[in-house]
């Protein structure tokens, strides 16, 4: 198929694929994920039941079938009677030539499943479909044709031609009723002369009806000829007119029949063919008729080009002789004298020059009117370039899946790790805070050593299986450098005090405030060589110093150095310090831990950012790791920022009803009993699968609800789209926090994207936990106290008085913006969501935020984020949201213009 092909159709292809084994219905499903010339909706069965339900109550646009069943002693008997309703295509493991007699009950195609990838299907499907379609339009077509021409002998039999009689003395015409018909006039209105006769005579044809008619006066004689005419309405028809002199009776006399359909047909015929022999002649592939003795009756330019040959010197060459394999060639001449046609047959050529191609061939049986086999006629394509691409893509497909595998491989993985490390670590988080002898307190502290480590060897393996298949990207804002830098200190201080370690931190003072660049990513090269330095560090110091090293106009570039007083590096080891898995000493990395895959990953996030990182170190005196950034220096005041972790005096929540839904019941408790120890009266609810979670959800309302991501019968993030996408829930607009075992950016974007408001990765950090769950509760509890205020109390643009600093004239410039802007972006949305312009709908959606955002409502506000997100992958969604978004934002505006109206009488 080449790439030029038009979409199938403008509406999804319903697809149905009847297949009872799972691994062969999992193949196809993942062919079919990567056709582009049509979309679709694949709905599978595995039995025939289910099959015949289908097919009986929903519309199918193509089947794919398995037509091998358990249940059936004649394969596919059952179900291919049904199936030939439709267009349907074999999808088996048996040879074709077992199943002539699934072509003989129509079905379009046949495909091996040793040889089913996408490119094959996909062309299959949209061949079946254009096969099918025509064929049930030829089929209407004859049944038209057969009824107009049964009309066509009635009114033959039926029909009286028009008769007239012309006096050659008073130039006086008689007509037949039939000619005021033929004529389209009024016989009462209209007289009949010879003049008026000869002035509706078409102007091309005039001058020959004047001679006829000048040749009859003067001698008897009789003529047939068919002639235009132009009636009183311009309208254009062919006539048959008879004419016969009688010079002895001075009369000339006739018969007119109108022939317009017929002579319409005619020229339809020879404009047909014209085009046929147009398209014969100019074609770029091949087409030729040749006999079963191998010689060439017909061919067009194209086979002439193809192959090299003059017109002549083609003539005379054999079928045989453009066939690179004589073999081959044969199966192919027997399967269409069996099949009575060759489809889609990739087969190697051979050019006068002696170079081979490959070439696509379509063929079928070429036979005489009483059905005697003469030949075939067949359209022939080099693919050979084609081939060459469908190589190197197939090799391409090959590698992507290998590593999104790796990926898959990794993330489940991760999540089993981390989904029972999270049990570990929280139960000994709950195990620390109760009476411990001090034996007890030291096999603990092994058990939290030794989680851990494993937790920081998930996560490294995680981030370089992530830069290793670049699906690492670099993403910048702004923040506050010495305030990063000083909480990370901050925090690594309590791993290096076990060892007696002081970490300093010293950060130049012209450095600016505000920076923009990764610093999540600027952050993790950080603790990496602060966690390296400690590890090797058994006395004195650590020092994390930052100094500007240049300063051009809105760029500075910074040098980072970690500094420790530490065991040291071998020269000869420096070179490779940094490669994958290397490690200083493997006794060392023994008892000190690790995989050796912390460096590396700092050098590629270094990297990432185009930045260079290095280091110094000799035995015994230390090591100094270093690298280089060019950041964005921001120029504007810093925004007050939440900081990362809470402060534990700040945690002061005296009451909340909260759902908890986790179907591990250890990490259930872990979740419990951090709660219980800091909310003084906390109401629990609990929910071990999310379709459970879902009931409740709906019953009672809640000031939390905290989503596990992989649950039984509904996921967390199935459950999150539930809650949010209907409004008699209860929870629909409250806070959603949820659990995930998973931590790469595309589980996150997932979890926001469904309506989460935040997440927490397993094993969680309770401080984190803790930090999260207030933020939520706290701005939970002020809404509550804003919605009990009493009526009038709250302004609809509470948000818009703040951000203009209650300026009004500002205020309603604003809301007038608001009005004009917003029903005119939606109308706008609508149109590019019906013409399936995504791209542009995900960019619309993407600039809304921002107006939104002045309406103060954290639902409208999602639903806008959301629409941005169905625009990427979930299309069928997008319409609905867009008039559900239309409807939200009309009653916000409406509550905005009723209040500065009320405000403005005032």
Known sequence: MESNTQPLTQHDLQILLIESNQGDAYLVKECLSRVKLFNYTLKIADDIEKSLDILKSQPIDVVLIDPIYPECEDPGSDIISQCSKFPFIIITNRESHQYKKFFDLGAQDFINKSQLSSSVLERSIYFCVERFNNIKALKNYSRKLEISEDKLLQAQQLAQLGTWELDLKTKQIDWSPVMFSIFKMNPQEYKPSFPSFIKWVYPDDREFIKHIFNQAMTSTIEFNIDHRMILENEEVIYLNTHIVSSIEESKIFGTIQDITPRKKAELALIESEDKYHKLFHESMDGIFVCS????????????????GYSRGNFKSLKAEDIFNDSGKAAEFIDLIKDKGYAKDIELKFKKKNGETFDGLINSHIWKTQGGKPLGYYSILRDITERKRNQDLLKEKELAEKSSQLKQLFLAKMSHEIRTPLNGI???????????????????????????????????????????????????????????????????????????DIQIYSLIASN????????KVKLNQVLINLINNAVKFTDEGYIIVDVKLLEENNDKAKLLFSVKDSGIGIAQEQLSTIFDSFTQVSENLEKRRGGAGLGLNISKD?????????????????????????????????????????????????EKAKILIAEDNPINLMVVKENLSSWIKDLEIHEAQNGKDAYTISKEEEFDLL????????????????????????????????????????????????????????????????????????????????ESNMPSGHR????????????????RSRLVKMLNEE????????????????????????????????????????????QLEQFADNNHGKVGETIKELKEDLHKKLDLLNKEMASTNSQ
């Open 706 to 785: 905290i989503l596990d991501i992989q649950m039984p019968k509904l996921d967390g993030l199935q459950l999150a789209r539930l809650i949010r996408s209907h409004d008699s829930n209860p929870n629909t607009n409250k806070p959603l926090l949820s659990l995930t075992a998973f931590a790469n950016d595309n589980d996150k974007k997932e979890c926001l994207a469904a309506g989460m408001d935040d997440f927490v990765t397993k094993p969680f950090n309770t401080e984190i936990l803790k930090q999260k769950v207030v933020q939520m509760l706290n701005k939970e509890m002020s809404m509550k106290e």
């Open 822 to 865: 917003i029903p005119t972006v939606m109308e706008t949305l609508k149109t590019e969501a019906d013409n399936s312009n995504w791209a542009s709908v995900k960019s619309i959606s993407h600039k809304l935020v921002s107006s939104v955002a002045f309406l103060d409502s954290d639902g409208v506000l999602h639903k806008v984020k």
């Open 795 to 810: 302004s609809a643009f509470e948000y818009l008085n703040k951000v203009t600093e209650n300026n009004s004239d500002l």
């Open 425 to 499: 670590i929280g139960m000994s988080n709950l195990l620390s805070n109760t009476e411990l002898d001090p034996r007890q307190q030291h096999f603990l502290q092994a058990i939290k050593s030794s989680s851990d480590h494993l937790m920081a060897l998930v996560s490294d393996v995680l981030d370089f299986s992530k830069i290793e298949t670049g699906n690492l990207l670099v993403e910048e804002s702004n923040f506050d450098l010495r305030e990063l830098i000083e909480y990370l200190v901050d925090t690594m201080q309590l791993k290096a005090k076990e060892k």
């Open 511 to 518: 450095i600016p405030q505000l920076l923009r660049g990764d």
């Open 605 to 653: 996030l270094v990297n990432l950012m185009k930045g260079s990182i290095k280091v110094e170190s000799q035995i015994d005196q230390g090591s100094t790791f270093s690298f280089t950034l060019d950041l964005d220096i921001v120029e504007e005041a810093p925004k007050q920022e939440t900081p990362l972790v809470n402060k534990p005096e700040e945690y002061h929540i």
């Open 292 to 307: 079963f003795d191998g010689d060439f009756i017909e061919y067009n330019e194209a086979m002439i080009k193809i192959f």
